[in-house]
């Protein structure tokens, strides 16, 4: 068709025609979508699975060096520690729980085992989380409201076969109830305290304590200036000194989970998986390249040709992604204990990636497509 003047109008092609021909490609099988959306499926869980493992390893590195002692720390200064400034500094940012302990002269001796009596360290309230085996366990300990009691270690409390919650008499039958059964191994943490009972006592009492311990994660920079806050008395009329020590050095001085998590070889899965999308959207498009140069031949304008190819691409690449949904709620149930923020962008990076690749490498190699080389596709196809 041609204007007043003679020249050929150029093609149109209008949008919902446009629609039509990529939903009747797609329903009769000519797009490939069934075996491309498969293959990003497989990339998508591959990469992020990837991913979700090295991440879960730095989690499971963390959590180790935090239970195992590594991110506790003591100050030492017989006799001159506040109890109560060393109880407070649980509420600072990272610090999971803080208090201090004293030894004591006597020793606890249960009915059950007259002839043995049992070490006893007197500590703060906020002690008891420090020598709790978890988080979750350090937290509840030293909320409000939770259960009184005396801190056994299991070595101490195996042979009286106590459990939170038990009440044991004593030689001089009086009763002590079990507050907590805490786990102290030989793994290379301060001695001491893997056959003792901790009985907790009012943070403002005015004999001073020997000890405050912090557990934190991450650790602060700051911890020894923290710790020494707690001390009090005058150091230059004393002839020990305060000394600030890492609970177990055995995993470690530090554990930089921070630059672990940045440092980890699958950072690299999102790029991975965008540059191999690129490559399939590409791929995609070069199986049809006769198909398409003969639309272009019968007057399809490229641009409604491109457009199509895109609408194409995007539906089978939503479903693929659509499909990983299961995947991705499998693997956040499945690490609950991991940061939310950190497994969400591990979730969405890789899907975001994959989407953004393959629309590159679809709409690049049907931007290349021409009619005139109608003839040489259908030479080598």
């Known amino acids: 068709m041609a204007d007043t003047n003679g020249r050929p109008r150029p093609a149109r092609m209008r949008l919902r025609g446009v629609f039509d021909e990529a939903v009747r490609n797609l329903v009769s099988g000519t797009s490939h979508a069934c075996a491309m959306a498969v293959t990003l499926i497989c990339l998508m869980t591959l990469c992020m699975l990837a991913d979700l493992a090295s991440i879960t390893t730095i989690q499971r590195r963390a959590d180790s060096f935090v239970a195992s002692g590594g991110s506790t720390y003591s100050i030492t200064f017989t006799g001159h520690i506040d109890g109560a400034a060393c109880d407070r500094l649980a509420s600072l940012d990272g610090v999971i729980a803080s208090g201090a302990v004293r030894s004591e002269a006597g020793k606890l001796t249960f009915a059950a085992l007259p002839s043995t009596g049992v070490p006893t360290y007197e500590a703060t309230p906020g002690a008891t989380g420090v020598f709790a085996n ?15 009691g005396v801190w056994l270690s299991q070595e101490a409390a195996k042979p009286l076969d106590a459990r939170p919650g038990d009440q044991l008499t004593l030689r001089d039958d009086r009763t002590v109830d079990v507050a907590g059964v805490y786990d102290w191994p030989d793994d290379g943490r301060q001695s001491g305290y893997s056959y003792a009972a901790v009985m907790p006592v009012p ?4 004999e001073p304590f020997d000890q405050c311990w912090v557990k934190a ?9 923290l710790l020494r806050v707690t001390t009090e008395g005058d150091e230059s009329v004393t002839q020990e000194r305060p000394t600030v020590t890492q609970l177990n050095t055995s995993q470690g001085r530090t554990f930089d989970a921070i630059a672990a998590y940045r440092g980890r070889l699958t950072v690299w899965s999102p790029l991975v998986a965008g540059v191999v999308a690129l490559l399939i959207g590409w791929i995609a498009v ?25 609408v194409e691409t995007s539906v089978w690449t939503l479903i693929a992604i659509v499909t990983c949904v299961p995947v991705a709620a499998w693997m956040w149930l499945e690490n609950t204990d991991t940061d939310a923020m950190v497994l969400t962008d591990t979730l969405l990076r890789v899907p975001v990636a994959v989407y953004v690749g393959v629309l ?17 596709y259908f030479k080598n196809r």
């Open 203 to 206: 943070a403002s009492d005015d």
């Open 360 to 376: 590159i490498g679809a709409m690049a190699r049907a931007g290349t497509i021409r009619e005139r080389q109608l003839f040489r």
């Open 134 to 148: 978890s988080a979750t366990t350090a937290r509840d300990a030293t909320r409000p409201g939770s259960k009184s």
């Open 286 to 310: 070069h199986l049809r390249r006769l198909e398409l140069a003969s639309a272009l031949h019968c007057g399809v304008p490229k641009s409604a040709m491109v457009v199509g190819v895109l």
């Open 217 to 225: 994660w991450p650790v602060p920079e700051n911890i020894e200036s």
